[in-house]
């Protein structure tokens, strides 16, 4: 598709120019589905994110692009959309190998939002308003008031490996609309598509320097971004635990902060939900990206008279699942990103059938030589476990029966997240009330999770601050500048 690919290397790229790190040293990036080497990642420091963020800074401050009037950013980004659309099935492919990912979730999923979401915030950036504000004069003397929404400046955008052209796509999105300049990170564990992304806005005729990328690890890279002290805002998606570093190193320097963290999304089954519906949705909240997604729906909490039904539908479902090879048509679910990672997927299995959770799904074959686990159900399982307290990242959902609405409700807000929910039912009027009252960001209603560039994603609790998507996105990456003159 670009040099980037056919090289096997995956390099930064800096003020219009690929380059390997200022150190020349590199890491594998390996194919979660096989374990082999599939590209060398420039390994950089502190320099080359210097480097990057001066690239930026002279674009904002006074380069071409800050001279590019919304209507001018608006043609580029379509442009960018244009070219991602146009290579659609290489992102497609690319994304399912280094993510060990089935190709038909690619397709369906992260290539045509990442297309559309450019696209919808290319229509914001000639859209952006300020507004006349009268007040009751100065010292005796009228004045004329008027606020003007200023870009923030340069951009730091981490991102995590779960979902990385979509995600990527999120931040860029609205950082380009408004105006900003940025420096992507992307995750070490999957930065290829994102990458290649970046590289195809030189061909979109973005100025050199307004999307730069450093590849290399969170402590090299991702700390030096976070302080220093020519990037204004930090937009992160990832772990929580992480997510809580950033805001202690960059809140005391007051850079602005969007943090998109963990979760652990309860779905509710109520009495008179579709069953069929339910089974289904619940099954692609917990087993679409292998469960390594922030909105995936592990804790299924079902009223009592389902409970049994629930079970062996889900159970169903999950021995049902094909995994394999993430090119194949047939496969549905490939592998997890890293071999540390499954090992620690494994580990909250093994914990949890310790604690005494009954495993109704999980065991059986593998496929051989990847980092793969099988879709796996529990139940007879207790709110205080940790499988029902902690994210677990991966195929793994447990199964909690419910008496009445209220418990539901206390069973799904009593916890550390609150980034999403899913409320199965028939009944209107039960829907609308829970979903005013469970603590999350975003509620489903008999559909898991929809997401669209249009509707706000972002979590409360231990699952971060702030948006992406959407106009809430777009506004946490300007400022409001209040004019007056006193006449
Ligand atoms: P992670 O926190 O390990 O890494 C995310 C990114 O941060 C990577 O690019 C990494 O290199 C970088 N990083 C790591 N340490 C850093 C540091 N000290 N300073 C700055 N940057 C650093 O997360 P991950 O394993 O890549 O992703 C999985 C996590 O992301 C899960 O917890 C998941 O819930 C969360 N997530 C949240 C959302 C959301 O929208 N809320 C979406 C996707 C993933």
């Not at 949890?352 to 495993?359: H, L, R």
């Amino acid at each position: 598709m670009t040099t980037l690919i056919i090289q096997q290397t995956c390099r930064h790229l800096i003020n219009g120019e690929v380059s390997a790190a200022h150190n020349g040293h590199w890491f594998d990036k390996h194919e979660p589905a096989t374990g082999n080497v599939m590209a060398h990642v420039a390994s950089g420091t502190a320099a080359d994110v210097d480097a990057a963020v001066a690239a930026a800074r002279a674009q904002f401050d006074g380069g071409a692009w800050a001279a590019l009037p919304g209507a001018a950013r608006a043609r580029l980004m379509h442009r960018l959309a244009d070219l991602l659309e146009a290579h659609s099935e290489d992102f497609a492919t690319l994304l399912a190998q280094e993510q060990g990912r089935a190709i038909m979730e690619t397709r369906m999923l992260d290539v045509p939002m990442s297309i559309d979401t450019l696209r919808y915030f290319a229509g914001w950036a000639d859209k952006i308003e300020g507004r006349q504000i009268p007040t009751a004069g100065f010292m005796g003397r009228p004045t004329f008031n008027y606020t003007v929404k200023e870009a923030v400046g340069v951009a730091a955008l981490i991102v995590p490996w779960n979902a990385p052209l979509m995600i990527g796509a999120w931040k860029l999105g609205p950082a380009l609309a408004t105006g900003c300049t940025v420096v992507i990170k992307p995750s070490e564990e999957a930065p290829l598509a994102l990458t290649a992304l970046a590289m195809l806005s030189i061909e979109a005729g973005f100025p050199p320097g307004v999307i730069n990328v450093v590849q290399g690890t969170g402590p090299e890279v991702g700390r030096a971004l976070v302080t220093h002290p020519g990037v204004d805002k930090v937009s992160f998606t990832g772990s929580t635990a992480v997510g809580r570093e950033i805001a202690e190193k960059a809140g005391p320097l007051f850079k602005r902060l969007t943090l998109e963290l963990g979760g652990k999304a309860p779905q509710i089954i109520c009495e008179d939900a579709v069953l069929e519906q339910a089974i289904g949705g619940c099954a692609m909240g917990l087993f679409v990206d292998q469960g390594q997604t922030c909105a995936a729906g592990s804790r299924i909490l079902v009223h009592r008279s389902l409970y049994q039904s629930v079970c062996g539908a889900l159970a169903g479902a999950a021995q049902g699942v094909q995994l394999g090879a993430p090119l194949a048509p047939t496969t549905q679910m490939g592998a997890l990103i890293s071999a540390r990672h499954a090992e620690r997927v494994r580990g909250h299995i093994q914990r949890a059938v310790a604690e005494g959770a009954t495993m109704l799904a999980g065991e059986g074959e593998v496929p051989a030589g990847g980092y793969f686990v099988r879709p796996t159900i529990f139940c007879d399982v207790t709110p205080s476990m940790a499988i029902a307290r902690e994210e677990v990242f991966g195929p793994v959902g447990v199964i909690i029966p419910f008496d009445t609405d209220e418990e539901a409700i206390a069973m799904a807000n009593d916890c550390q997240y609150g980034l999403s929910a899913t409320v199965w039912t028939q009944n209107v009027n039960r829907a609308h009330q829970m979903a005013s009252r469970l603590r999350v960001g975003a509620v489903g209603i008999n559909g898991w999770s929809p997401l669209d560039a249009r509707l706000p994603w972002g979590g409360i609790k231990q699952s971060g601050v702030g948006s992406d998507l959407s106009r809430s996105a777009l506004d946490s990456y300007m400022v409001d500048k209040a004019v007056t003159l006193v006449m």
